[in-house]
């Protein structure tokens, strides 16, 4: 059964813009999030495989991206929030 992911309409447009551009810090750490969001999710087919066509157009696997975003966080933070409270699906 597929099921509509509540943050669909947001993610489609992150990962449109993914698509057009380069593998920065920031955007890294969205693939990343947002990889981790729908791994195991029953829909949104169409995001997934765009998902997966960033790793191939960035060169990376899963692990090497998950590394590199580590790395990432550990040195500095990536999202300009500094409420640590605040949570991605709000």
Known sequence: MNQTHPQYHRDR???SQLLREE???YNLA???RLIIRYRGFPGAADLQNDLKALLTNW???EEALFERTRHIHIS???YG???ASQEDWL
């Open 23 to 25: 593998a920065s810090d």
């Open 59 to 61: 060169q990376l696997t």
């Open 30 to 32: 969205e693939l990343a």
């Open 81 to 83: 929030s500094s409420d």
């Open 13 to 15: 447009q992150t990962i």
């Open 76 to 78: 500095r933070p990536v």
